[in-house]
């Protein structure tokens, strides 16, 4: 091959490397995608109806009132996830949590042969239904340097009927408390005056 049809090889060949170029940089300039001005995606979440406009929470219902609608069969079933620290019967062992077996009413930190946190003896007090409620929506936010790292139960309907399995096993079960009835009289409210009959004309 002689020097001219190189020449023309090797201009054929730059041509295309200047067409295909040529093609990549207009192609480039059409559908060039903007760049977002932060990396990553944009996740959308769902708005919960926990709570109410303005950022508050709703009010939780009484314990009192909980208890009224609670089963513990449910409870029992909820339960379920506890046994792995703890035991309900009566007699049961301690394990990384105390028995609970008696324990609404019983003192904090009382059961013989557990060794209780700094922070469960520093508490005091007694197990009512109310305590447990509190301690079970958030342990480690109650009582502060508690050995408990269960996260809690969140839904107060869940809590009440773990608390009323929780009542039954009990040597003399606790009554479980009444919500007060806001619809009742008060008991002293001064009653009506009877009509008293006119007098009896005289003959």
Known sequence: MNSFELNKVLGAILATCLILLSLNIGAGALFNPAKPAKPGYEIAVKETGGEKAGGAKEAEQPIETLLAAASAEKGEATAKQCQACHTFEKGGPNRVGP?????????????????????????????????????????????????????????????????????????????????????????????AAAPTAPPAAKK
Not at 113 to 142: I, V
């Open 99 to 191: 028995n609970l077996w008696n324990v609404v009413n019983r003192p904090r930190a009382s059961e013989a042969g557990f060794n209780y946190s700094a922070g469960m003896k520093a508490k005091g007090g007694n197990w009512s239904f109310d305590e447990l409620n509190k301690f079970l929506t958030n342990p480690r936010g109650y009582i502060t340097g508690t050995n408990m790292t269960f996260a809690g139960l969140s839904r107060e309907t869940q809590r009440a009927d773990v608390i009323a399995f929780l009542a039954k096993h009990a040597d003399s079960p606790v009554p479980m408390p009444k919500a007060a009835d806001a619809g009742a009289k008060p008991a002293d409210a001064p009653k």
